[in-house]
């Protein structure tokens, strides 16, 4: 779901892998569906790749989305320029046990600015996490019965 959505640090918004070269990639707005080059040197975050402390180890974003997603019933989330109190308290009721001391507030306004942007453009598909937790997973270890 998360795979080939980026951030790029001091441009705005989400962006869509769209083709690499050696030392330049081209990404697409999911704003304003513009391409532009990134050179690869700049800071690009895979979403991804990117998770949230927590005091019992790190939650992928994917994880906050989907928490996210359930709670608002596949609806936006609390709007990113909602007052400081307003935004935490809701970033505790998703992400109840999160490192205040390590998650800092500029990142969990990120979180919910994404998070808006993904389920505005229909691209929060969690579909593919319930077939794979409905999926038996074989014993492996186990021989096959013969007759």
Known sequence: MLKGILSIS?????????AETKNRIIVESLITAKRMSVSVTAKISSLEDIAVFTHSGDVPLKDIFRKIFEHENGGPSIDPKSPEKDIKQYFGIIVPDYNQERVYFSDIKKVFLWYNILQGKGLLDFSEDVEKAETPVENQNEAPISE
């Open 10 to 18: 001091g441009e705005p918004g989400l962006y869509r892998l769209a």
